[in-house]
Structure formats: C-alpha cells, structure tokens
C-alpha cells in the first residue's frame, strides 16, 4: 500500500512516498532559508514560501518514486502541532488531492510522525517500548504500549532542548538554525571548561528544564571580554551540550530501568547530536538497554515519517474526515 505523505508545519516543506509504512520510495525535502536573515522562522514567510514550493516538490516526489497519483492508497499530511499558516498550506493541498482523486485522507500528529520516524529504519523495534521526543518545539518522554497508545512521562516545563540549543548557538554566533553548527563546534571544545547547572528535578519525576541552562550560558558569556570568548566559544558550546546531554540521559535511563523497557529510540531534530546519541549509548549499553534512532535525514521535519504515520493511523482508525483543521498546538494522544 502505497502513502503520500506532506509535511509543512514549520519552515520545511516535503512530499514523500513510502509502502507499507516502512518502506522510503521517495522523500522530498526543501528547507526553507529566506529566515536566517531574520534569526529565525517568521509564520507569514513561512505559509508563502511552502504555497511556492508545494506543487513542484510534490511532482517531484511522484517522479522519484517512478509512479502517478494514480498508483497512490492513502493521503496524508501533518495537521498540528506548527504554524498555523504553515500547516494549512499542506494540510489543504493534501486534501484537495484526496478529494479530487477519491483516496483516503489521513490527518498526522507532527509528533506522532516524529515517533514512526523509526519505524522506517528499524522494523525490529518493540511494540512497547520507550522514546524521548526531542526537537526545536518539543522535549518528550513517552513511553510508547503500541503504535497510537502513548503515555507522557514528562516533558519540559519552559524552553524545549532544540530552542536551547538555537537560543545558545545566537548567543555565540553561529547562525540560525544553530543547533547543528553547535555540535560540529562543541567537538572541538572542552565539556569541562565550566559546570553549568543541570536541572535534574529529583523531585519531579522526568520533567525537564533548560531556561535556566540557557541564562546561565548567556551570564557566563556576558562576563566574557570578546578575546575571551573567542578563545573559549568551543569550550563553552561543549559544556552547554554536556549538560543538556546529561540532564535527557539521566531522566531517560531512569525511565527505561523503573518501567523495565528494554528498546529505547530518539526523535526529532535534535535526535541527530553527536553528544547526545553518544552519551545515551553508553548508559543504556551498561544498563542492558537497547538505543535506536533514524539517520539524519529523517530526523529533521520530512513527509516520510507523516506517511508512515499516516498508514498506520489508517490501518488503526480508517480515514479522518475531510472538515478536519491544522491544531497549532495539537498534543500527543
């Protein structure tokens, strides 16, 4: 069974094909960047650049995967969480397609596709089993019984781990989007040139904080004369990341061993760190835990892992209905 997947919640839009819900036939991805001027995504720019791109991006996902809409089952397409404006774009493309061609339409949690992103490349994966959601908008420990069952664990409280990571990276000016060129950076540098505080909360069980991380980083730097920072920008990206590091392994593991999950897996964006895949390895390696994450290219926002969650959202519930509108801040159900 073949699904077309669209994805247009943010600054990047993608059209993918995927069989079965496993199986990547094609999967476009075009990233937006009229926004690195301003420092970040700005909504309005956004909505045009995806109503631009949309038709073209959608031919060629169809070419790539060498068939026509015709030899499509299912459409599916992100409705929320993201930018209003952003997603109604994709969401309303979709269902014209659906309609007009009479296939069944599926309506796709953003962060539900975060979640199947996985099962694209790890068809061993448990049913139950545990994974923390981590991107610029999201910071999530759910605990997965099966596919479209889920329990939240924790989550952040202020700042999601991707929005740190970004807010720091302009602090030392790296650019935007800046959690990427952070990692690069911070293997250069020394993860022991400052301790800054981690914001464990023992006592309240695995939600996280990183706005107090992030004003840290940002007094640390304030303190700094431009020779020294210069100097030390390394230094400082590498224990900024330790310490995010540290605070998403000690919640997680500690989740994995209390609730006896022995898969665990990474999504989102920052699902690609370096330090992080490393640090998570290791202690869930010593734990007996096993750690599973997509390829880069699938933890960014991309169409594959809608159409993927799409699928099986259709094989759980049957079709959404066509009146079905973009949920800025749709939650995990």
């Known amino acids: ?26 999967n476009i991805i075009l990233s937006q960047v009229e926004h690195k001027k301003f420092g970040g995504v700005v909504p309005e720019i956004a909505s045009r650049a995806h109503l631009k791109t949309i038709v073209p991006i959608y031919r060629q996902a169809l070419q790539e995967a060498s068939i026509t809409l015709d030899d499509i089952d299912i459409v599916a397409a992100t409705m929320g969480p993201g930018l209003v404006g952003a997603l109604l774009v994709g969401l309303t493309f979709a269902k014209g397609l659906a309609f007009a061609s009479e296939k069944p339409f599926v309506a ?16 061993d994966l448990a049913a139950r089993h545990l994974t923390l959601i981590i991107s610029g908008g999201h910071t999530m420990l759910v605990e997965v019984k099966t596919f479209g069952e889920y329990e939240l664990l924790g989550q952040t409280k202020d700042d999601a781990a991707g929005e740190a990571f970004d807010k720091v990276a302009k602090l030392l000016d790296l650019g935007y989007p800046g959690g990427a060129q952070l990692d690069k950076l911070a293997q250069q540098g020394n993860p022991d040139y400052v301790r800054f505080p981690r914001a464990i909360m023992k006592d309240q069980g695995y939600q996280f904080s990183f706005s107090g991380l992030k004003t840290a980083v940002a007094l640390h730097i304030k303190k700094l004369t431009p020779e020294q920072l210069d100097r030390h920008r390394a230094d400082i990206a590498a224990s900024f990341q330790e310490a995010v590091a540290e605070v998403l392994v000690t919640k997680t593991l500690k989740a994995a061993q209390e609730r006896n999950i022995s898969d665990v897996t990474l999504s989102g964006g920052v699902a690609a760190n370096s330090r992080i895949r490393q640090l998570l390895q290791e202690r869930l390696k010593q734990a007996g835990k096993r750690l599973l994450y997509p390829p880069n290219e699938l933890c960014t926002d991309n169409a594959a892992m809608i159409a993927a969650a799409g699928y099986y959202r259709f094989e759980k519930e049957g079709a959404s209905e066509f009146i079905v509108n973009a949920v800025p801040y749709l939650r995990l159900e």
């Open 108 to 123: 796709v949690n953003h962060i539900e596709g975060h979640l199947a992103a996985n099962l694209l490349k790890h068809h």
């Open 1 to 26: 069974m073949l699904t077309l997947g669209i994805e247009t919640s943010c600054d990047e839009t993608s059209v993918a094909v995927v069989a079965d819900g496993k199986w990547i036939l094609s």
